[in-house]
């Protein structure tokens, strides 16, 4: 047998290597011989090289061998890794062919067919599978009707929430140039109109007697994306904005942890959810006004209306668990343009929803005196009733540029004419007004009816325990379920209403939605004939067909323009740019041209611009207002003092230091305290027991300068008790009236007389 074994490249290469060594060695050998050198010398004189010997050849060889084997030992290595891989697969499909195998069985089994292929229910085994299947048809069953009886419970609870579309009423061409619109700010990210003035700047609205400061030059208008349950959360596909209304009070109050629970979670839930706006948060309810994606705002009432607090509460008659929010009412206007939502989300901490001074004891019970709530059909059919009178809960400066307007032998509108809310106690205790009211059917109105439950309710307290008010006859005391937001809803073209609507979010004011729809068509598409249009909404003929529901005669009566500029006197009704009245500080009614003049340095808008209700009653400055204002406070609280007696008194709270400071430890059981830094031309001892309220205040010692005699900011004064000292040291470092006041402690020395005579707190 021939040896067929061929040699590897490294054997050639070895081989060769030793050939070429070996024709070296005999070159060397036969010029050392030449020259006459030693053959065994490893240097040739001649050349100046280094000759090379055997050994260093033998190790060249030997170093290229060493690297071949190891390509060779890792070829074998990865060879040997891929044959692993390959046995691993190969396990792998067999225990996945052993699992299906054992699948297929069990299903088998399960539905009565064994491995031969016959059925196997009729055996004793297969008795087990039978009730198997039979438990599983009844958990079916009972899926589906849980699944029935939430979908119902949820249809009921949707009736609470009112929605209607902004655009609603626009004809489709103009449907079309607003939704393009609308992309166009959100795709430029711009939340402000540069076409209207009062938009390019910040607007400050006296919201329930308190000023609140709107920023509508933001550029945060496109709808936000958050996370939910791991996932982005975006909100509606049209980039429009939806606005939310609503209030809800609570009854009993919520204590410290359940309040600080319910700020945590609408606050929570609202960043969720992407929502921005105002959160009025007390211990008697919320009151919002929020906006957001269409998605994100209708998902963030859901989640509050699952919301108990630990407060949830079971109904004998039925065994049904409610929330407080199961019954609230939402109000939504979706559509809007972006530039429309509020820039952030800023919760405030109040101690009134809306700031009537009738918090805590003052406060009436809503549920033992509330009025009766009527819808918008039932309120416009009683406002056509001649024995009837409307209150227009709202401030004077709101009802200026709208109200409700019943037929001639119908009711009679009031305006109480307040410039804020805590000024209807007392003008409901005077007795012009209980005159007006004798012998009638009492309706009140506001703008999202918040307003009203207070209101409704202090009147009715007022029947039921104050023999001047019982004597009067008072018929019944009614309130509109909604407000006028509702009634827009209900009656798109204005119903029984006249003028536009005054309102705390981003519009401003607005019209009835088929007006204002009207307004918006002929401004932008002109006096086009849309009767020939299907599509439109606003139809010559659809639009005979919403007036003649409303009963209120043309759609074009409620385009009426109820204001005047303040300047000129021409009809006008939009508030715009940030000028007040000089003298009682409500928003001025300026037009176009005379605000435009006075920018533009044309006409001076000057001190004698006054709001109409300052000219009626021909105030002219404020330190007149102030001084009566306080002359009427104080005559009410004394009134009501003499009524309720010392122990039942209480006077009102008007701030929130009242409900977010906690007391200060006071180990010396001071009683005397040392205020600084107050606001010397604002600050007075009405304002100043309205602060510190709920700590009683029995002296004030009031510091002014020695050579002027001006009060210059710091007081010393005496509280009823240590808790209440440590009460007032709370507000340390607190902003009040736009200064950072500073309190301490502040022990009356044996010389000096404390407390000293005349600085008894008058009341």
Known sequence: MTDTHSATPVEERLLINEDEGKTKKKKHKKKKRRHGINANTDFCAVDGEKAVDSPSIASAASTEEENENRKNTNVEQQQQQANEVEKEKKSKKKKNNKKEKKDRKRKRSSKGIDDDGHDSSCDNNGKKSKKKRKKSMKQRKDKRQQNSSQTQKEMAVDEKLISSSAIAYYPEELKHLQLKKNQEETATGTNNSTSNQEEESITEVADDGKNEKNYVNSSEGCPSVTKQNGKAYSGNSNNNITLLLFYQYVEPPWDESQFQTALRFVTDQGHLYGLTGRMRVAHEGLNCTLTGSRDGVRAWCSALRSFDGGRSRVYPSTGERRTEFADTEFKLTDDLPPRQRFPKLHAFEVVELVNYGLAGRRAPAISAHGGTHLEPEQYHEKMTEGDTVVIDVRNHYESNIGRFVPPPGGAKVIDPGMRKSTEFPMWLDRKETKEMLRGKQVLMYCTGGVRCERASALLKQKIDKEADTKELGIKGVYQLQGGVDKYFKQFPTGGLWKGKNYTFDKRF??????????????????????????????????????????????????????????????????????????????PSLICRDCFEADRDGRKKLGRDIRCDLCVAEKVTNKRELREREEREMKEYERGLRCKLGQDQYDPPVQRKHAITRKPKPNPERTTRLFLKNMCSKQMDEGKLLEVLHPAKVTHIQWLTDRHTGKFYGSAFIEVKTAEDAGSVLALDGMVVLGRKIKVKYQQADEKDIWPIPNTEVSV
């Open 509 to 586: 004011a607005h019209a009835p939605p088929a007006v204002e729809a009207l307004e918006r068509k002929k401004k932008v598409l002109g006096d086009k004939d849309d009767s020939g249009d299907d599509s439109g909404m606003l139809a010559s003929s659809e639009t005979a067909s919403l007036t003649t529901q409303d009963g209120a005669g043309p759609a074009n009566a409620a385009e009426e323009i109820m204001g005047k500029c303040e300047a000129c006197h021409k009809p006008w009704d939009m508030y715009r740019g940030k000028r007040r009245c000089p003298t009682c500080g409500v």
